[in-house]
């Protein structure tokens, strides 16, 4: 195929373009490319398929983007630059395969997925230091803190949290104004008791995202119950969002499982929430989201634990 940028530039577009629009193009692209075993098509098999799966709630397509991936890689002649898109685009199709098997119920398919999404981050920084493939990896090690933290491994849940933190202060060194990364920095500080710092970058992630950004908001209500601070407003203001979503048909799964974490905030702080997404997820499930005792158990966890403070400054 030669330079990829020709379809690469139909992907973009497709991002441009209602759903079964976009839908259209990706697959015609698939179609283009699908046969072809040069490194520029398979790059671009991968690129194109993890969209159909990331954005278009095509699942099953992760599988195929990772093999791309994985032959666009084996081949020298695959140039610097898409190589380290090559490897981030693996990690994120790896992260998402893993999300989806998680949810299924088989978590150790979903942590080796982790491991294996953690390897590729590490060798796009490698190739070129970027906000996102930094920002990645610190995601991919907390994730991985929550599974050690589920088997009571405190010792390696304290090194992911801990080793997740330099590579979220380096994403925001990159974009200052990387939302996402300030998220996870204040979740990461909220683990390890550093409860100011966390409150200060959780603010810098609702400031650059706005007042519909859950997760943020849960990991602010988590800081200011730690400093014994007014928490339950971020709290409600999490399941305010989810029942308005769900008035308007359009609640995701993230924000379902914020409100869950919502819910256990205001009962940790005795406080009676006025919403049950935890027992509705459970009992029968809200907007296709269904969770077994065993995976809100596993999520609780991972909501509730804390690491002795490493008492360095984390910038």
């Known amino acids: 195929m030669g ?3 020709r379809f690469l530039g139909d992907i973009d577009a497709a991002a441009r373009m209602g759903r079964d629009a976009a839908v259209s193009l990706l697959e015609d692209v698939v179609a283009r490319v699908g046969s072809e075993s040069d490194a520029g098509s398979r790059f671009v098999l991968g690129q194109a398929s993890f969209l159909l799966a990331r954005d278009y709630g095509l699942r099953d397509r992760y599988p195929e983007a990772i093999r791309a991936f994985h032959d666009a890689l084996a081949l020298p002649s695959l140039g610097a630059s898409y190589r380290a898109g090559a490897h981030f685009g693996k990690g994120m199709a790896q992260l998402g395969l893993g999300e989806w098997v998680h ?3 088989d978590m150790q398919v979903a942590e080796s997925l982790l491991r294996s999404a953690r390897e590729d981050f590490i060798s796009s920084i490698g190739v070129e230091d970027a906000a996102n493939s930094r ?5 991919t090690l907390l994730r991985l803190a929550g599974y050690h933290a589920a088997r009571g491994e405190g010792r390696e849940t304290g090194e992911c949290v801990s080793h997740a933190l330099p590579h ?3 994403s925001l060194e990159i974009d200052p104004d990387l939302a996402l990364g300030y998220n996870f920095r204040g979740f990461a500080l909220v683990k390890l008791q550093e409860y100011a710092q966390a409150r200060e970058a959780l603010r810098a992630a609702v400031a650059r995202n706005g007042t519909g950004f859950a997760p943020a908001y849960v990991h602010l209500g988590d800081a200011l119950r730690g400093m014994g601070e007014r928490a339950a407003a971020c709290y409600s203001h999490v399941t305010r969002l989810a029942l308005a979503d769900e008035a ?3 609640l995701s799964r993230l924000t379902v499982t914020s409100a869950i974490k919502a819910e256990w905030g205001l009962e940790a702080l005795g406080e009676r929430p006025s919403t049950r997404f935890g027992e509705r997820v459970r009992d029968g499930g809200v907007a296709g989201v269904r969770m077994s005792p065993g995976q809100l158990e596993f999520m609780r966890t991972g909501f509730s634990y804390r690491l ?3 008492g360095r400054p984390h910038g």
Do not use: H, I, K
């Not at 920002?135 to 995601?139: A, F, K, Q, S, T």
């Open 103 to 105: 949810e299924a119920g």
């Open 3 to 5: 330079d990829p940028a």
């Open 135 to 139: 920002m990645r990896l610190g995601y």
């Open 248 to 250: 308007a048909g359009t």
């Open 168 to 170: 979220l202060d380096r």
């Open 308 to 310: 002795q403070p490493v």
